[in-house]
Protein backbone atom coordinates (compact mmCIF):
# COMPACT_ATOMS: atom_id res chain seq x y z
CA UNK A 1 0.00 0.00 0.00
CA UNK A 2 2.65 2.46 0.84
CA UNK A 3 4.37 1.91 -2.00
CA UNK A 4 0.88 2.97 -4.29
CA UNK A 5 0.78 6.31 -2.34
CA UNK A 6 4.27 6.97 -3.51
CA UNK A 7 3.83 6.45 -7.24
CA UNK A 8 4.05 9.92 -8.44
CA UNK A 9 0.43 9.03 -10.80
CA UNK A 10 -1.38 8.34 -7.64
CA UNK A 11 0.08 11.50 -5.71
CA UNK A 12 -1.20 13.28 -8.83
CA UNK A 13 -4.81 11.56 -8.82
CA UNK A 14 -5.14 12.51 -5.18
CA UNK A 15 -4.47 15.92 -6.18
CA UNK A 16 -6.52 16.25 -9.26
CA UNK A 17 -9.52 14.84 -7.20
CA UNK A 18 -9.10 17.75 -4.09
CA UNK A 19 -9.11 19.84 -6.89
CA UNK A 20 -12.46 18.87 -8.51
CA UNK A 21 -13.85 18.62 -5.27
CA UNK A 22 -12.58 22.16 -4.41
CA UNK A 23 -13.95 23.49 -7.97
CA UNK A 24 -17.61 21.52 -7.57
CA UNK A 25 -17.57 22.79 -4.02
CA UNK A 26 -16.94 26.82 -4.96
CA UNK A 27 -20.23 26.45 -7.23
CA UNK A 28 -22.37 24.38 -4.87
CA UNK A 29 -21.58 27.19 -1.92
CA UNK A 30 -22.20 29.71 -4.14
CA UNK A 31 -25.57 28.53 -4.82
CA UNK A 32 -26.49 27.58 -1.66
CA UNK A 33 -24.56 30.66 0.28
CA UNK A 34 -26.84 33.06 -1.53
CA UNK A 35 -29.82 31.29 -0.42
CA UNK A 36 -30.58 30.38 -4.11
CA UNK A 37 -31.97 26.82 -5.31
CA UNK A 38 -34.06 25.71 -8.42
CA UNK A 39 -37.03 24.40 -6.69
CA UNK A 40 -38.00 22.55 -10.14
CA UNK A 41 -37.31 25.53 -12.27
CA UNK A 42 -40.71 27.61 -11.30
CA UNK A 43 -40.86 30.83 -9.91
CA UNK A 44 -43.59 33.33 -10.94
CA UNK A 45 -42.69 37.25 -11.86
CA UNK A 46 -45.30 39.87 -13.18
CA UNK A 47 -42.62 41.46 -15.71
CA UNK A 48 -39.40 43.14 -15.97
CA UNK A 49 -40.52 46.66 -14.55
CA UNK A 50 -41.77 44.78 -11.28
CA UNK A 51 -40.03 44.70 -8.07
CA UNK A 52 -38.58 41.76 -8.64
CA UNK A 53 -35.13 41.42 -9.71
CA UNK A 54 -32.75 38.25 -11.17
CA UNK A 55 -29.07 37.68 -11.18
CA UNK A 56 -27.13 34.87 -12.44
CA UNK A 57 -25.03 34.39 -9.50
CA UNK A 58 -22.75 31.51 -11.05
CA UNK A 59 -21.53 34.15 -13.60
CA UNK A 60 -21.30 36.49 -10.21
CA UNK A 61 -19.15 33.78 -8.42
CA UNK A 62 -16.98 32.99 -12.11
CA UNK A 63 -16.54 36.69 -12.74
CA UNK A 64 -15.42 37.80 -9.41
CA UNK A 65 -12.22 39.02 -8.82
CA UNK A 66 -11.45 37.50 -5.32
CA UNK A 67 -11.75 34.19 -7.22
CA UNK A 68 -8.61 33.94 -8.67
CA UNK A 69 -7.57 34.99 -4.88
CA UNK A 70 -9.17 32.18 -3.68
CA UNK A 71 -8.43 29.43 -6.19
CA UNK A 72 -4.34 30.56 -5.75
CA UNK A 73 -4.82 30.27 -1.75
CA UNK A 74 -6.49 26.61 -1.95
CA UNK A 75 -4.42 25.38 -4.14
CA UNK A 76 -1.36 25.96 -2.37
CA UNK A 77 -3.67 24.58 0.99
CA UNK A 78 -4.02 21.66 -1.17
CA UNK A 79 -0.65 21.20 -1.97
CA UNK A 80 0.61 21.39 1.91
CA UNK A 81 -2.04 19.16 2.70
CA UNK A 82 -1.37 16.47 0.00
CA UNK A 83 2.48 16.80 1.38
CA UNK A 84 1.41 16.86 4.80
CA UNK A 85 -0.21 13.37 4.25
CA UNK A 86 2.78 11.83 2.22
CA UNK A 87 4.50 12.71 4.92
CA UNK A 88 2.25 11.90 8.30
CA UNK A 89 1.26 8.96 6.80
CA UNK A 90 4.00 6.89 5.90
CA UNK A 91 4.04 4.88 8.87
CA UNK A 92 0.34 4.91 9.20
CA UNK A 93 -1.57 1.12 7.89
CA UNK A 94 -4.40 1.57 5.85
CA UNK A 95 -7.10 2.24 8.14
CA UNK A 96 -5.34 5.05 10.01
CA UNK A 97 -4.52 6.63 6.20
CA UNK A 98 -8.16 6.24 5.36
CA UNK A 99 -8.86 8.22 8.60
CA UNK A 100 -6.22 10.71 8.38
CA UNK A 101 -7.42 11.37 4.58
CA UNK A 102 -11.07 12.23 5.82
CA UNK A 103 -10.01 14.56 8.36
CA UNK A 104 -7.55 16.15 5.77
CA UNK A 105 -10.84 16.66 3.58
CA UNK A 106 -12.50 17.88 5.94
CA UNK A 107 -10.48 20.44 7.07
CA UNK A 108 -9.72 21.69 3.32
CA UNK A 109 -13.65 21.87 3.20
CA UNK A 110 -13.66 24.14 5.74
CA UNK A 111 -10.55 26.27 4.30
CA UNK A 112 -12.36 26.61 1.16
CA UNK A 113 -15.72 27.88 3.04
CA UNK A 114 -13.57 30.16 5.14
CA UNK A 115 -11.60 31.33 1.63
CA UNK A 116 -15.31 31.76 0.31
CA UNK A 117 -17.77 33.14 2.84
CA UNK A 118 -16.13 36.88 2.22
CA UNK A 119 -16.24 36.92 -1.58
CA UNK A 120 -20.13 35.29 -0.91
CA UNK A 121 -20.70 37.95 1.60
CA UNK A 122 -19.06 40.85 -0.97
CA UNK A 123 -21.63 39.22 -3.60
CA UNK A 124 -24.55 39.25 -1.31
CA UNK A 125 -24.21 43.35 -0.54
CA UNK A 126 -23.73 44.04 -3.71
CA UNK A 127 -27.36 42.65 -5.09
CA UNK A 128 -28.18 44.04 -2.00
CA UNK A 129 -27.55 47.22 -2.74
CA UNK A 130 -28.14 47.61 -6.34
CA UNK A 131 -31.43 45.94 -5.60
CA UNK A 132 -32.13 48.90 -3.11
CA UNK A 133 -30.83 51.45 -5.48
CA UNK A 134 -33.50 50.38 -8.49
CA UNK A 135 -36.57 49.76 -5.73
CA UNK A 136 -36.43 46.00 -5.98
CA UNK A 137 -37.85 43.61 -2.82
CA UNK A 138 -36.73 40.58 -4.42
CA UNK A 139 -34.04 39.08 -6.19
CA UNK A 140 -33.81 35.87 -6.97
CA UNK A 141 -31.41 33.58 -8.95
CA UNK A 142 -31.92 33.79 -12.88
CA UNK A 143 -32.16 30.32 -13.43
CA UNK A 144 -35.39 29.92 -10.87
CA UNK A 145 -37.07 32.20 -13.14
CA UNK A 146 -39.67 31.62 -16.50
CA UNK A 147 -40.34 35.07 -17.52
CA UNK A 148 -40.31 38.33 -15.86
CA UNK A 149 -37.98 40.16 -13.29
CA UNK A 150 -35.16 42.81 -14.31
CA UNK A 151 -31.99 41.47 -14.77
CA UNK A 152 -28.88 42.62 -12.64
CA UNK A 153 -26.76 40.98 -13.23
CA UNK A 154 -24.11 43.04 -15.16
CA UNK A 155 -24.13 45.87 -13.20
CA UNK A 156 -23.15 44.15 -9.85
CA UNK A 157 -21.15 42.80 -11.88
CA UNK A 158 -19.79 45.99 -12.68
CA UNK A 159 -19.70 46.97 -8.93
CA UNK A 160 -18.02 44.10 -8.02
CA UNK A 161 -15.08 44.97 -10.31
CA UNK A 162 -15.24 48.47 -9.21
CA UNK A 163 -14.65 47.04 -5.85
CA UNK A 164 -11.64 45.75 -6.46
CA UNK A 165 -9.77 48.49 -7.71
Known amino acids: ?17 IAAIFVIGC ?3 ALTAG ?19 VVNYQVLVSQSPKLNEVRE ?10 KEFE ?15 QQLQQRLGNKQNELMDPLLKQINDTIQKIAQKKGLSVVVD ?10 ITDEVAKALQGAAK
Open 1 to 17: MMEKLRNPKNVKTISLV
Open 27 to 29: FTI
Open 35 to 53: GFSNLGGVASAAGSDSAIG
Open 73 to 82: AMQKEVEATR
Open 87 to 101: DKSKNMNTEEKDRYY
Open 142 to 151: KSSVIYGGAD
